[in-house]
């Protein structure tokens, strides 16, 4: 059997799609500026929204840049071959973590 065919194709497809919609809503974050601004006739509560919004938007990108290099972590396990074995103790993570987390580096007892 081909590795591009079963189970880590799928999670190969699955991985490179996570890549590029984690990398463009990056790229979206970098865009946007979001940082507060105290200028013109903005009141203290409106600048304290601001920057919870701020706070908020930081936290999704660091978020989504931390899973993207778990995602390109996984990847490179893909390619290595070593995909789906838990980088901790080596059993093979069950499928349904990985449906639901394709870039799980650890099994559930490992990431506990
Ligand atoms: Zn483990």
Avoid: W
Wanted: charged content about 30%.
């Amino acid at each position: 059997m081909t590795t591009d065919d079963g189970p880590l194709a799928t999670a190969k497809a699955q991985l490179h799609q996570l890549e590029q919609e984690l990398s463009h809503r990056l790229e979206e974050t970098d865009q946007s500026d979001s940082r507060p601004k105290m200028d013109s006739a903005v009141g203290r509560l409106t600048f304290m929204d601001e920057y919870q919004q701020h706070q908020m938007a930081e936290h999704g990108r660091r978020n989504a840049e931390s899973q993207l290099a778990r995602v390109r972590a996984a990847l490179v396990r893909v390619e290595d071959g070593t995909y789906g074995k838990c980088a901790r103790c080596g059993i093979d993570i069950p499928p349904e973590r990985l449906e639901y987390m394709p870039e799980a580096p650890f099994c559930i007892q490992c990431q506990g």
